[in-house]
């Protein structure tokens, strides 16, 4: 009697703790938690900051927190987004050759950038999650580049003896003395440049970015290469290499001006899509099982609920602070990971259900059930196990490898919630009816 007392007492505390967990994860997962607030000083300034905080980290359509754990790609609608505003009455031919340019400028750096214009409005959004000062230099400036002559008695630049037609490509490199800002000419460009060199040897040509000095060469006949190029001394590293970024894309058709940054919400309609989706299919599963036997159900709802909530947090931890981020196909190779949880928990539970029908208790039948489909469901998730670990360890820490650790981890927990989980919960339950 006794030992009857304390095996009920530790079957009530094994699932008030799981239920707990459950219930908690599902939340926090959700909605994300902060624990009280606290003032501190950053740089002079009271700033209020959380003791420690829980971010979201099941994708949802609640809120975007859980972006800080989990980045989605920017065309789902995750990245880092600039906003930068042009001059009231811009045409929208304009913004809409100034979006291909910012665009291209932002993918000579990270590429999957994506912009998207509305009335005098350019958003670009870049993968990530910070800011990159980087991108944000190549954004504003227009990209005209010409090349003129310093006048020393009026202390300006003369009229522009070339101009950025001169060159089909622009690069720019750590020399001896410094920057330098190459230029690859094309055949005229070179033919032009000599011209220059003639009337003017010995003296100082200067390249200009949008009225602007950004390099200087003296002229000789030596400084134009076999291979048509020519190198410009820049004052710094920064100017070296916003001047070869935007000369090799296009100069803008109109000023632009960064108004604000920011992460990007993830409202793809892709994205939201996804989710929903999902969120049916779980929703369908839990009331298929449900309808076919309450209790058995019940079970297996608790069983997908908690692998679901479980799968999620691993893939956090496995993918925060990572290069990792989540893109259509690797959105879909999750899909189809919890799917297969969803379905696993499903066989069970409906071979279960036939059993209490046929008049077994419910832990009877949940054991006999698993037996049942136990050997298909481990040979699935094994298959899936042995693929991701495979990609871990043939790919590592690149994005693949990253890949294959979420999918045996999914593949793990649905292991864990029908040999294990569901074994634990049905004994508890049976212990409590002694």
């Not at 036997?293 to 019940?298: D, W």
């Amino acid at each position: 009697m006794k030992n009857n007392t304390v095996n009920k007492i530790i079957s009530i505390v094994v699932l008030v703790a799981l239920l707990g967990a459950t219930v908690f994860g599902a939340y926090a997962g959700l909605m994300g938690l902060n624990t009280k607030m606290v003032t501190v000083k950053e740089n002079g300034t009271d700033v209020q900051k959380a003791l420690y905080r829980i971010v979201s980290f099941i994708p949802n359509t609640l809120n975007n927190s859980w972006q800080e754990a989990i980045q989605p790609d920017t065309t789902l609608g995750g990245g880092y987004s600039y906003v930068l505003t042009a001059p009231d009455g811009v045409k929208a031919e304009d913004m809409k050759k100034a979006a291909e340019v910012i665009r291209a400028r932002a993918d000579m750096l990270v590429g999957g950038a994506v912009t998207k214009v509305e009335g005098s409005t350019l958003t670009l959004t870049v993968p990530g999650k910070d800011y990159d000062a980087s991108i944000a230099a190549v954004l504003q400036p227009i990209g005209q580049a010409t090349f003129a002559q310093y006048d020393e008695d009026t202390g300006l630049f003369g009229a522009a003896l070339l101009d950025g037609s001169i060159t089909d490509g622009t690069y720019y490199y750590m020399g001896e003395n410094g920057y330098n800002i190459q230029l690859h000419l094309t055949a005229k460009g070179a033919a032009d440049l000599r011209q220059v060199i003639a009337e003017h040897a010995f003296e100082y040509l200067y390249l200009l970015l949008d009225g602007e000095p950004v390099g200087y060469s003296p002229l000789y006949d030596g400084i134009i290469t076999e291979g048509n190029t020519v190198d410009f001394m820049a004052p710094d590293a920064s100017s070296a290499f916003v001047t070869a970024v935007a000369m090799r894309a296009a100069s803008l058709p109109c000023v632009l001006t960064l108004t604000s940054d920011g992460v990007a919400a993830a409202s793809s309609s892709l994205m939201n899509v996804g989710i929903i989706v999902f969120a049916c299919l779980l929703l369908l599963a839990c009331v298929y099982m449900i309808a076919r036997s309450v209790k058995a159900g019940l079970l297996g709802a608790w069983a997908l609920i908690a692998g679901v909530v479980l799968a999620a947090l691993l893939n956090a931890l496995i993918v925060v602070n990572t290069i990792w981020v989540v893109t259509v196909l690797s959105g879909i190779v999750v899909f189809l990971c919890l799917t297969v949880m969803a379905c696993s928990v499903v066989m069970v539970v409906n071979k279960a259900a036939g059993f209490v029908r046929a008049g077994r208790e419910t832990a009877a039948s949940v054991s006999a059930a698993i037996s049942k489909n136990g050997k298909l469901v481990a040979l699935v998730n094994g298959v899936l196990m042995a693929i991701g670990l495979l990609m871990m360890f043939a790919f590592q820490r690149n994005a693949v490898g990253i890949m294959g650790r979420v999918v045996a981890a999914d593949a793990l927990v649905t292991l864990v919630m029908v040999f294990i989980f569901l074994p634990v919960v049905t004994a508890c339950i049976k212990s409590l009816r002694k």
